[in-house]
C-alpha cells in the first residue's frame, strides 16, 4: 500500500510532523523531489530537528529512508544534517543513483539570478541552488549522485564539461569560477563518505511493492509553489505533485491508494508571488507569532494569512487527495472569529476556481466566517473532545476542500493528533 503526502498550500504546512506520524508504520519513505530548500520539522521522542533532505521517515529505525530519484542532493548539507541525528537512524538511509548533485556553483547562480533581478521579480528563492541543479539537468549535463561512483577518469571528465559550461555563467555574473580539481576533491571526498549509500534504489521499490509493503512517499513543497500548476514563475523546479510523486520516485500510479493533502488552518507563504489570502494586519502579526511562522530554513518571517479553499481545492483535485491532515488547529484557538476564502473577486467578477497568476494578482478574497472555539484544544486527543465551533469549522473546511479530514494536528509532537 503505498500512500503519497503532498502539500496542498504553498509550502511548510506540517509535511514533515505528518510524515514522521505516517512513518511509523511505513517499510520504506522516499523524498520524491526537492533539496535542501526544505525545512521539515520534527518533533518526537528523539527530539526537535528541522530536516532538508534527509526523509521524515528516518526516526523508524526499522524503515529504509530515500533520498529519491527525483532529489537534488547538496552532500554537505547531507553530512550536517546526518551529524545530529543518532547514527544507527541512518543506517537505512540511501541515495538514488538518479538524483543529482548540488554544487557550490549552484548556489552562487541561484543568488546572482535572483540578486539580478528588481524587487518585484525576486522569486525570494532559499538560494540553496535548487533550481540552478535542476536546471542543469534537464539541459542534460548535470551529475548525478550515481556519477561519483564512476572511475576517475570518467567522472573528471564530466565534471570538466559541467564545469566548462558553469565558469561562463558564473563569469557573465562577474563571479568567481572553479577548478575540475577543486571539484573533483569535493567529489572524492562525498564519494567516500557516501558512496555505500548511494545505489539504484529501484530494486528495493520494486520487491517492497511487489510485497504490497506499507510505502510513504514526501513531498517538498507545497502545490501553489509547483512548477508547472503553481505560481509559475514564483514558484521551485520541480513538480510536487501526486503525478511528480509516481515520476519521481519510481512508483507506478495505480499502486497510490490513498494520498494525504496536509494543509494548515490557516495559510503561510514564503517567498514572491501571489498569495491572494495574504494579510496585512494584527491578524497577520498573531498568526506569525503564535504559529511561529519564520522559514525552517532561511528563518525569513513567512506571510500570514486566513485558509483558502479555492487553493485548497484546486490542489485537492490535482493531487486525487483522499484525506486531508489539517494541522495548526490549535494555533486559532484564541481567535474571537476565522475567516476562510471561498471565492475570489477578480475585476468585478466572482469566481469559485483558481484564476491565471496575473489575475491571482489582483484578485480578492470572498470569506465565509466562523465563530472562534476560544478554549485549548492541544490537550484533545479524541475529536468528541473539540470544541463544538471547531468542529463545525473542521466539517465546513473538509465540504470547501471536497475532501475528508482524516487527522486534526493540535501541536508540533508526535502524538498531538485526532485520527478520525
Ligand atoms: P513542512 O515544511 O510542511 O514540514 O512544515 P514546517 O516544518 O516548515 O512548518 C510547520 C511548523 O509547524 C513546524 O514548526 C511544526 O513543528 C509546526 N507544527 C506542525 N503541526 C502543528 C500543529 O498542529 N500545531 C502547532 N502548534 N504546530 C505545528
Ligand atoms: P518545505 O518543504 C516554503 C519557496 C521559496 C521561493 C520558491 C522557490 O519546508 O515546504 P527554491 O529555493 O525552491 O528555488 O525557491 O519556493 N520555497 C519554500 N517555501 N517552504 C519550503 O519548503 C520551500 N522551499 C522553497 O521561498 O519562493
Ligand atoms: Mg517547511
Same mark, same amino acid.
Given at each position: 500500500?503505498?500512500?503519497?503526502?503532498?502539500?496542498?498550500? %504553498?509550502?511548510?504546512?506540517?509535511?514533515?510532523?505528518?510524515?514522521?506520524?505516517?512513518?511509523?508504520?511505513? &517499510?520504506?519513505?522516499?523524498?520524491?523531489?526537492?533539496?535542501?530548500?526544505?525545512?521539515?520539522?520534527?518533533?518526537?521522542?528523539? @527530539?526537535?530537528?528541522?530536516?532538508?533532505?534527509?526523509?521524515?521517515?528516518?526516526?523508524?529505525?526499522?524503515?529504509?529512508?530515500?533520498?529519491?530519484?527525483?532529489?537534488?542532493?547538496?552532500?554537505?548539507?547531507?553530512?550536517?544534517?546526518?551529524?545530529?541525528?543518532?547514527?544507527?537512524? *541512518?543506517?537505512?538511509?540511501?541515495?538514488?543513483?538518479?538524483?543529482?548533485?548540488?554544487?557550490?556553483?549552484?548556489?552562487?547562480?541561484?543568488?546572482?539570478?535572483?540578486?539580478?533581478?528588481?524587487? +518585484?521579480?525576486?522569486?525570494?528563492?532559499?538560494?540553496?541552488?535548487?533550481?540552478?541543479?535542476?536546471?542543469?539537468?534537464?539541459?542534460?549535463? @548535470?551529475?548525478?549522485?550515481?556519477?561519483?561512483?564512476?572511475?576517475?577518469?570518467?567522472?573528471?571528465?564530466?565534471?570538466?564539461?559541467?564545469?566548462?559550461?558553469?565558469?561562463? &555563467?558564473?563569469?557573465?555574473?562577474?563571479?568567481?569560477?572553479?577548478?575540475?580539481?577543486?571539484?573533483?576533491?569535493? $567529489?572524492?571526498?562525498?564519494?567516500?563518505?557516501?558512496?555505500?549509500?548511494?545505489?539504484?534504489?529501484?530494486?528495493?521499490?520494486?520487491?517492497?511493492?511487489?510485497?504490497?509493503?506499507?510505502?510513504?512517499?514526501?513531498?517538498?513543497?507545497?502545490?501553489?509553489?509547483?512548477?508547472? %500548476?503553481?505560481?509559475?514563475?514564483?514558484?521551485?523546479?520541480?513538480?510536487?505533485?501526486?503525478?511528480?510523486?509516481?515520476?519521481?520516485? #519510481?512508483?507506478?500510479?495505480?499502486?497510490?491508494?490513498?494520498?494525504?493533502?496536509? $494543509?494548515?488552518? /490557516?495559510?503561510?507563504?514564503? #517567498?514572491?508571488?501571489?498569495?491572494?489570502?495574504?494579510?496585512?494586519?494584527?491578524?497577520?502579526?498573531?498568526?506569525?507569532?503564535?504559529?511561529?511562522?519564520?522559514?525552517?530554513?532561511?528563518?525569513?518571517?513567512?506571510?500570514?494569512?486566513? *485558509?483558502?479553499?479555492?487553493?485548497?481545492? /484546486?490542489? $485537492?483535485?490535482?493531487?486525487?487527495?483522499?484525506?486531508?491532515?489539517?494541522?495548526?488547529?490549535?494555533?486559532?484557538?484564541?481567535?474571537?472569529?476565522?475567516?476562510? *476564502?471561498?471565492? /475570489?473577486?477578480?475585476?468585478?467578477?466572482?469566481?469559485?476556481?483558481?484564476?491565471?497568476?496575473?489575475?491571482? &494578482?489582483?484578485?480578492?478574497?470572498?470569506?465565509?466566517?466562523?465563530? #472562534?472555539?476560544?478554549?485549548?484544544?492541544?490537550?484533545?486527543? +479524541?475529536?468528541?473532545?473539540?470544541?463544538?465551533?471547531?468542529?463545525?469549522?473542521?466539517?465546513?473546511?473538509? +465540504?470547501?476542500?471536497?475532501?475528508?479530514?482524516?487527522?486534526?494536528?493540535?501541536?508540533? &509532537?508526535?502524538?498531538?493528533?485526532?485520527?478520525?
Amino acid at each position: 500500500m503505498v500512500t503519497s503526502v503532498v502539500g496542498v498550500q %504553498w509550502g511548510d504546512e506540517g509535511k514533515g510532523r505528518i510524515v514522521d506520524y505516517l512513518a511509523q508504520n511505513s &517499510e520504506v519513505v522516499v523524498r520524491y523531489q526537492g533539496g535542501d530548500n526544505a525545512g521539515h520539522t520534527v518533533e518526537n521522542d528523539y @527530539g526537535k530537528f528541522a530536516l532538508h533532505i534527509v526523509p521524515s521517515g528516518i526516526f523508524n529505525r526499522d524503515a529504509i529512508n530515500m533520498i529519491g530519484a527525483g532529489c537534488v542532493v547538496n552532500f554537505q548539507t547531507l553530512e550536517r544534517e546526518l551529524k545530529g541525528i543518532p547514527a544507527e537512524l *541512518a543506517e537505512n538511509l540511501f541515495i538514488d543513483i538518479r538524483s543529482h548533485v548540488i554544487f557550490p556553483f549552484h548556489k552562487d547562480l541561484d543568488g546572482a539570478e535572483e540578486s539580478s533581478k528588481s524587487e +518585484k521579480d525576486k522569486i525570494g528563492t532559499t538560494k540553496c541552488g535548487i533550481g540552478p541543479c535542476y536546471s542543469d539537468k534537464v539541459s542534460r549535463i @548535470g551529475l548525478r549522485s550515481g556519477d561519483l561512483l564512476l572511475s576517475d577518469e570518467l567522472l573528471e571528465a564530466k565534471l570538466r564539461k559541467l564545469l566548462d559550461r558553469k565558469n561562463k &555563467e558564473l563569469a557573465i555574473y562577474g563571479m568567481n569560477t572553479y577548478s575540475v580539481e577543486d571539484m573533483f576533491a569535493l $567529489c572524492r571526498d562525498w564519494r567516500g563518505k557516501f558512496g555505500s549509500k548511494i545505489k539504484d534504489c529501484l530494486p528495493i521499490l520494486r520487491e517492497k511493492v511487489g510485497q504490497d509493503k506499507r510505502i510513504l512517499l514526501e513531498g517538498q513543497l507545497g502545490i501553489m509553489r509547483d512548477i508547472d %500548476w503553481g505560481i509559475y514563475p514564483y514558484c521551485t523546479s520541480s513538480s510536487t505533485t501526486v503525478g511528480g510523486a509516481c515520476a519521481l520516485s #519510481g512508483i507506478p500510479f495505480s499502486r497510490i491508494s490513498k494520498v494525504v493533502g496536509v $494543509c494548515k488552518a /490557516y495559510t503561510t507563504s514564503v #517567498g514572491g508571488g501571489p498569495f491572494v489570502s495574504e494579510l496585512h494586519d494584527d491578524i497577520a502579526l498573531k498568526l506569525r507569532d503564535k504559529g511561529h511562522e519564520y522559514g525552517a530554513t532561511t528563518g525569513r518571517p513567512r506571510r500570514c494569512g486566513w *485558509a483558502d479553499a479555492v487553493a485548497v481545492s /484546486y490542489s $485537492c483535485y490535482l493531487n486525487s487527495v483522499t484525506d486531508l491532515a489539517l494541522t495548526k488547529l490549535d494555533i486559532l484557538d484564541d481567535f474571537d472569529e476565522i475567516k476562510v *476564502a471561498v471565492a /475570489y473577486k477578480v475585476d468585478g467578477k466572482t469566481i469559485d476556481y483558481l484564476p491565471s497568476v496575473q489575475e491571482q &494578482e489582483r484578485a480578492e478574497c470572498v470569506y465565509k466566517v466562523f465563530k #472562534g472555539w476560544k478554549s485549548d484544544t492541544s490537550k484533545v486527543r +479524541k475529536w468528541d473532545d473539540l470544541p463544538e465551533n471547531a468542529k463545525v469549522f473542521v466539517k465546513e473546511f473538509e +465540504k470547501l476542500a471536497g475532501v475528508p479530514v482524516t487527522y486534526v494536528s493540535v501541536g508540533p &509532537e508526535r502524538d498531538q493528533l485526532i485520527v478520525l
